[in-house]
């Protein structure tokens, strides 16, 4: 049972645009959610995160929503740059009951187009 | 700062053979995490340690998967022997005390053949 769902494989934005990531989860001990960014054939790398204390938080171009009631987050990027072309994962843990595991969505592509 | 090191970067092996990665983990940190990173899928918790012991392996194959971090630093993940469905991306993370923030190294890519 997938506990955190990027419903969409992929996604196409001209630049300057903005772009919308979603995510949903379903495990509602999850307290803490964290986006991460991958370019082909290197690692994930962290990109901006939230506590379920919050619903907003933003990182320049990049910020992060949270509906706690609908369990529903997502990232948004303002504007878009061709160099945000890569594939983003969702990820939740559930800090507060100690776990610092990850788990991930299976990830939306993104393309930004010039 | 140095990242997560990985070795190999890519591996390619028949059916039924053994095959071991290497990850280096950050300096000073105490937790390390192995994923496998299936196409088309996201990373799935393979084994967590903390310095030299085992957190969680509840999802790691015990029949042909082993893992080890003997020192603290250094960990190995072996599969023997392997399977068609290994095939995937076996990625390293560490973690600091910034508890939740998790470092990936680049990855292994293995193919079964």
């Known amino acids: 049972d997938q506990q955190v769902k990027q419903n969409s494989p992929s996604l196409s934005v001209q630049e300057g645009r903005i772009s919308i990531l979603n995510c949903d989860y379903t495990n509602s001990m999850f307290d803490y959610f964290l986006w991460y960014k991958k370019y082909p054939a290197e690692g994930p790398t962290f990109l901006i995160s939230?506590?379920?204390?919050?619903d907003k938080n933003e990182d320049g171009r990049f910020t992060v929503f949270l509906n706690k009631s609908a369990k529903h987050l997502s990232l948004h990027i303002v504007p878009s740059q061709p160099g945000d072309s890569a594939v983003y994962f969702c990820a939740a843990s559930a800090a507060g009951a100690g776990s610092y595991q990850l788990t991930f969505g299976k990830g939306t592509k993104l393309s930004v187009i010039p | 700062e140095a990242g997560v090191a990985q070795s190999p970067r890519y591996k390619i092996i028949e059916k039924r053979q053994s095959v071991a990665f290497w990850c280096n983990p950050i300096s000073g940190h105490a937790t390390l995490y192995w994923y496998q990173q299936i196409l088309g899928q996201g990373p799935k918790l393979l084994i967590q340690f903390q310095n030299n012991g085992v957190v969680d392996d509840s999802q790691l194959p015990k029949d042909r998967f082993s893992a080890e971090r003997l020192k603290g630093v250094d960990s190995t993940l072996k599969i023997q022997p392997a399977k068609l469905e290994d095939s995937a991306v076996y990625l390293c993370?560490?973690?600091?005390?910034?508890?939740?923030?998790?470092?990936f190294g680049p990855g292994t890519r293995l193919t079964v053949l």
């Open positions: 939230i506590s379920s204390i919050k």
């Open positions: 993370a560490s973690m600091g005390t910034n508890y939740n923030e998790q470092f």
